[in-house]
């Protein structure tokens, strides 16, 4: 998009119910009254399901999740009409409006899928009583509200960006495509490296997705550690698949052009799944400071309910962050060059490549960056503070092993994944640094992802014995 050629409608105005102005008092007031009534009631929905261990079956926790959706879905819109009908400002500004629209038709898409979750569980408990506790399982009952965030995001991801093009169609950019030149490969060794990544691709995959499956087969493995660890392994798989496919594909035929939709979507969920990463690590740091500091109190901190909104806050706050960065990213200018030196859509190229002020980007970035990276990095770093504190209290060698073999694993992908990350965005701004990013980024979304189950399974005992018991199970089978 030319600086010229942007749309010159910066805010839009909310026009609001038709209401005589001697009537907006009792309107603010009747509608604050229906805010407050929804934000608090749906909260004690959710209290009294957390607190009640009688109501720790899949029908409340959906229900819990609900009520959350919906305090959501009414905070999207009713504070903005209310502080409009008191101050008379009806103006929304144009990033404001767009992430209004995505965030409300994300919560309304969650509030369907929900329904439609518990009218199944509701056909299992009447139709199947018998087989409920079978069929409604943690593992599925998760999935099942996972599955609904996902869905959801992607869906009001693609109105979103469908509006954002249609809005801005008869300005649109002269950069329709971006060129992809990816990695600095000679011809002659192209095969090999095809070959090379292909292999490891396939490894990450199969080898996340089998950690996955052990962890829902082997009821061993039903602990929050391995909850978040199954989480984890999801995100590396979706992590690889957004980079790593077009890459093969690009080195396979030679074709480097990518769509200008295709670009922004691809840097929208390389920064998604890039922040849950960031954010789970840090999780499952806190989840280790607990198992090892306060033993005692495992169980009744680390309750289902707090791990299910610790993930699923992991996903709204990521979700955010990378709206964010894609909603600013749409509002910048690009011109002549469409040349991107990398193997995919990176956000810091981009932002190179545009020919309007970036500053509000950059803002963004380092703040984003400190939210998505610099707190979950000293949340880990605090979390293995205590835990070495606790251990130097009463040293032992027994101690020291059984911390190890707890948080080795852990430790081993978070010294990878945040050490790469150091590299690339602390690295100089010399002519060689596209290189640089480029060995960085590989390491996090390729080398990375692919070393996990290795690191998880080889160091960890229980995952091993698992593994054994599924390999002799399907020896006996055949």
Same mark, same amino acid.
């Given at each position: 998009m030319r600086r010229e050629n942007k749309s010159s409608v910066s805010e839009f105005l909310l026009l609001g119910f038709p209401i005589q102005p001697e009537q907006q008092g009792v309107f603010f007031t009747l509608f604050l009254g229906m805010y407050l009534t929804?934000?608090?009631?749906?909260?004690?929905?959710?209290?009294?399901?957390?607190?009640?261990?009688?109501?720790?079956?899949?029908m409340y926790f959906f229900l819990s999740q609900l009520a959350l959706s919906d305090i959501s879905l009414s905070s999207i819109i009713v504070p903005k009409m209310l502080m409009n009908m008191q101050t008379q400002q009806q103006s929304?500004?144009?990033?404001?409006?767009i992430s209004q629209m995505y965030f409300f038709i994300l919560f309304a898409c969650l509030d369907n899928v929900l329904l439609a979750v518990?009218?199944? /569980?509701? @056909? =299992?408990?009447?139709?199947?009583?018998?087989?409920?506790?079978?069929?409604?399982?943690?593992?599925?009952?998760? %999935?099942?509200?996972?599955?609904?965030? !996902?869905?959801?995001?992607?869906?009001?991801?693609?109105h979103t960006l469908l509006l954002k093009s249609s809005m801005n169609r008869e300005n649109q950019s002269s950069v329709s495509e971006f060129l992809l030149l990816g990695l600095p490969i000679r011809p002659e060794q192209q095969g090999v490296f095809f070959a090379l990544f292909l292999g490891m691709y396939l490894t990450t995959v199969l080898g996340n997705?089998?950690?996955?499956?052990?962890?829902?087969?082997?009821?061993?493995?039903?602990?929050?550690?391995? !909850?978040?660890?199954?989480?984890? &392994?999801?995100?590396?798989v979706c992590f690889s698949s957004v980079t790593v496919p077009k890459m093969l594909r690009n080195m396979q035929t030679q074709h480097l052009s990518i769509s200008y939709p295709g670009c922004i979507s691809q840097m929208y969920f390389y920064l998604l799944f890039g922040c849950v990463d960031?954010?789970?690590?840090?999780?499952?740091?806190?989840?280790?400071? =607990?198992?090892?500091?306060?033993?005692?109190?495992?169980?009744?901190?680390?309750?289902?309910?707090?791990?299910?909104?610790? =993930?699923? %806050?992991?996903?709204?706050?990521?979700?955010?962050?990378?709206?964010?960065?894609?909603?600013?990213?749409?509002?910048?200018? !690009?011109? &002549?060059?469409?040349?991107?030196?990398? !193997?995919?859509?990176?956000?810091?190229i981009l932002l190179k490549l545009s020919c309007s002020n970036t500053s509000l980007n950059e803002l963004a970035i380092f703040t984003a960056g400190a939210v998505v990276v610099i707190f979950p990095l000293s949340g880990i770093l605090v979390s293995y503070g205590h835990i070495g504190a606790s251990i130097l209290k009463v040293p032992s060698t027994k101690g020291i092993c059984k911390a190890l073999s707890t948080c080795g694993?852990?430790?081993?992908?978070?010294?990878?994944?945040?050490?790469t990350i150091m590299a690339l965005y602390f690295s100089t701004s010399s002519g060689s640094s596209n290189d640089k990013d480029m060995i960085a980024?590989?390491? @996090?979304? =390729?080398?990375?992802?692919?070393?996990?189950?290795?690191? @998880?399974?080889?160091?960890?005992? /229980?995952?091993?014995?698992?593994l054994g018991i599924l390999f002799r199970n399907k020896i006996l089978f055949t």
């Open positions: 929804t934000v608090l009631g749906n909260l004690l929905i959710i209290l009294l399901i957390r607190l009640d261990s009688r109501l720790h079956t899949p929304i500004h144009y990033v404001g409006c518990m009218a199944y /569980d509701r @056909y =299992v408990a009447i139709c199947q009583p018998l087989h409920y506790t079978t069929v409604m399982r943690q593992e599925l009952c998760i %999935s099942l509200i996972a599955g609904s965030w !996902f869905f959801s995001c992607i869906h009001a991801l693609l997705l089998l950690i996955i499956l052990l962890i829902r087969l082997d009821s061993h493995l039903h602990t929050p550690m391995y !909850f978040f660890l199954s989480n984890l &392994a999801f995100t590396d960031n954010i789970l690590l840090a999780v499952m740091a806190y989840d280790r400071y =607990v198992a090892i500091c306060h033993p005692l109190h495992y169980t009744t901190i680390m309750k289902e309910d707090l791990c299910v909104q610790l =993930v699923a %806050s992991s996903w709204i706050l990521s979700c955010g962050s990378a709206l964010l960065h894609t909603l600013l990213l749409t509002q910048v200018s !690009f011109c &002549a060059d469409n040349i991107i030196p990398h !193997f995919f859509c990176s956000l810091r694993s852990h430790l081993s992908v978070v010294s990878l994944f945040y050490g980024s590989l390491m @996090y979304t =390729v080398v990375t992802p692919m070393l996990n189950p290795f690191i @998880y399974s080889l160091r960890n005992k /229980d995952m091993k014995l698992a």
